[in-house]
């Protein structure tokens, strides 16, 4: 089992930025991907970017170019950060940490990202 713990989001006006990071803790040895997702008042949960544990990244088309994830691992801990630049108001979100292992994956609490037009 994993712990996840978010931060840094917030209010930005559009095309500011924000590096929202999730601290991962526990089982890390089993860690396999790790990523953001974020669901939008009234719309689908979606994948933004992901990272596996061999530094393979993914970024949805409308984040391309915009959003870079990256991961850090020291101290027995996984930091996982999302660089987002050039946001727009369609960006406002929760943002949620996911982290995956073979068997199971775990969430976080969620960072509410709002981008004022």
């Known amino acids: 089992q994993v712990q996840l713990v978010e931060s840094g989001g917030g209010l930005v006006q559009a095309g500011g930025s924000l590096r929202p990071s999730c601290a991962v803790s526990?089982?890390?040895?089993?860690?396999?991907?790790m990523g953001w997702y974020r669901q939008a008042l009234g719309k689908q949960h979606e994948p933004a970017a992901t990272?596996?544990?061999?530094?393979?990244?993914?970024?949805a088309e409308f984040v391309k170019g915009r959003f870079t994830i990256s991961r850090d691992s020291a101290n027995d801990k996984i930091t996982v950060l999302q660089q987002m630049n050039g946001l727009e108001h369609e960006d406002t979100a929760a943002y949620y940490c996911?982290?995956?292992?073979?068997?199971?994956?775990?969430w976080g609490q969620g960072a509410q990202v709002t981008v004022s037009s």
């Open positions: 990272i596996t544990n061999r530094d393979r990244t993914e970024y």
């Open positions: 526990g089982r890390i040895l089993a860690v396999t991907r």
């Open positions: 996911n982290v995956e292992d073979f068997l199971t994956e775990d």
